[in-house]
């Protein structure tokens, strides 16, 4: 395959998810919306918190085979390989990480019921319920991405997402009232979304350039373990950046008025969140395809891919920032209701936490790319660290700028970690 097709079925892929994902990330704002504007204070807090435990959970167990997947069939696909044991590998790692978080809920179900939401055993089992789900969903998720199924990805996050929405939407307008119902929105979607995968399964790739003919290579899963594990403690250091910070707030204030806290506190975060969800189309497609430049030996369209996404990113950050020092406040208030008080240097600063954030995203995926994963994740558990100690030790009379100074600082140390790394490992190439 020539350089020029290859870098536009990646901008093909990007640009088709973009869609899908970026009408994932405006119903996400608006599940929250509806819910900041229908619940209590305290009921909103306990749904962030739900949000932040499920997705810090699945991004760390799930992720990881998600990535194994759209790596490894790329790569496969790249060298004209067959075969579905890495398949077989992928689904055993994803089938033995539900069953221990299983038995670590059950066995945790005191702090989780408890501590975290408050007594709430509604929210418990909805946290068990929307991990589960999800493991078919990441499974997807992988699959279609490394088979560069892009449209149908995006239907899948699309679909999740806008599911989700209407438990939210049915207490907004009074046919269903309560914490539970926009909760139980959160379990529901992965499953629902699940509906376009027979339509996956019953179509058939277009033929793409037949790959020069290679020989099998048997996968094993110390292989698909060995990836998966470093992947998972990327995942880990990454939800810690994202969802620490409620988190922390929660834990530090307690009771009613911590939850509340850490809403507005995750309110904020959302601004690093939401361009997240956006990206997610680069970061799904940008895998598979550097992946298939490095197993062909094309390192010039493999750099001159990962440069022109850090500029996209450089120029969108800058632009989200200037928004943020202009009318912040004001667009947060619209948002989410006039409950807080949101100060315009901290979303500035949040604006450039994402902008470094991204950038490091992007590096990390041209290291897996590369077979870096292991090096790359002590990249990442170095930074999450850096940042959990400066919100444990740091002593603000603001809470929400400790979290916010503190996020820009860890992202700054991650980018520029992942960055010496890449460079390094471009020399060697």
């Known amino acids: 395959m020539s350089a020029g097709r290859a870098e536009g079925g990646y901008g093909r892929g990007a640009a088709v998810l973009s869609?899908?994902?970026?009408?994932?990330?405006?119903?996400?704002?608006?599940?929250?919306a509806l819910a900041s504007h229908s619940l209590s204070e305290a009921s909103y807090g306990g749904i962030t918190l739900l949000w932040s435990a499920v997705f810090?959970?699945?991004?760390?167990?799930?992720?990881?085979?998600?990535?194994?997947?759209?790596?490894?069939?790329?790569?496969?696909?790249?060298h004209g390989q067959t075969g579905r044991e890495h398949l077989r590998v992928a689904a055993s790692i994803q089938l033995a990480l539900g069953a221990v978080f299983v038995v670590a809920a059950l066995a945790l179900r005191g702090p989780l019921q408890d501590d975290l939401f408050d007594?709430?055993?509604?929210?418990?089992?909805v946290l068990v319920a929307s991990v589960l789900a999800y493991a078919?969903?990441?499974?997807a998720r992988g699959f279609l991405a490394g088979s560069r199924r892009f449209g149908l990805y995006g239907g899948l996050v699309l679909m999740e997402a806008g599911s989700r929405l209407m438990f939210a939407l049915a207490v907004a307008v009074g046919i269903a009232s309560g914490q539970s119902v926009v909760a139980l929105g959160i379990a529901a979607a992965?499953?629902?979304?699940?509906?376009?995968?027979?339509?996956?399964?019953?179509?058939?790739?277009?033929?793409?350039?037949?790959?020069p003919a290679a020989a099998d290579a048997q996968f094993t899963l110390s292989q698909g373990t060995g990836f998966a594990a470093a992947v998972l403690a990327i995942m880990l250091a990454e939800q810690t950046f994202l969802n620490a910070g409620p988190l922390l707030v929660k834990a530090t204030e307690g009771g009613t008025e911590g939850a509340a806290l850490a809403g507005f506190t995750f309110n904020v975060l959302l601004i690093a969140r939401a361009p997240l969800q956006l990206f997610q189309a680069v970061q799904t497609s940008i895998l598979p395809h550097l992946t298939?430049?490095?197993?062909?030996?094309?390192?010039?369209?493999?750099?001159?891919?990962?440069?022109?996404?850090?500029?996209?990113?450089?120029?969108?950050?800058?632009?989200?920032?200037?928004?943020?020092?202009?009318?912040?406040?004001?667009?947060?208030?619209l948002v989410f209701g006039g409950k807080f008080d949101y100060n315009r240097l901290g979303l500035v600063l949040i604006?450039?936490?994402?902008?470094?954030?991204?950038?490091?995203?992007?590096?990390?995926q041209a290291l897996l790319a590369r077979g870096q994963a292991r090096v790359a994740s002590g990249a990442w558990l170095a930074a999450a660290a850096v940042f959990v100690a400066f919100l444990a030790l740091a002593d603000f009379d603001d809470r929400v700028l400790q979290v916010e100074t503190g996020y820009v600082g860890g992202a700054l140390v991650l980018c520029g970690l992942l960055y010496g790394i890449y460079r390094r490992a471009a020399?060697?190439?």
């Open 19 to 32: 869609v899908g994902i970026a009408a994932t990330g405006l119903t996400t704002y608006a599940y929250f």
């Open 56 to 78: 810090i959970t699945v991004s760390v167990l799930y992720r990881p085979v998600e990535q194994l997947l759209s790596r490894t069939i790329a790569e496969r696909d790249a």
């Open 119 to 125: 007594g709430s055993e509604t929210l418990y089992w």
């Open 136 to 139: 078919a969903s990441y499974f």
């Open 190 to 211: 992965p499953l629902l979304s699940l509906a376009v995968v027979p339509w996956a399964l019953s179509r058939t790739r277009p033929a793409a350039e037949a790959p």
């Open 292 to 333: 298939r430049l490095g197993a062909r030996g094309e390192n010039d369209p493999f750099r001159r891919s990962v440069n022109v996404t850090l500029a996209a990113i450089a120029g969108f950050a800058v632009l989200v920032a200037l928004v943020m020092l202009a009318v912040g406040p004001s667009v947060m208030d």
């Open 351 to 364: 604006s450039v936490g994402m902008g470094l954030y991204l950038a490091a995203a992007t590096l990390n």
């Open 427 to 429: 020399v060697m190439t």
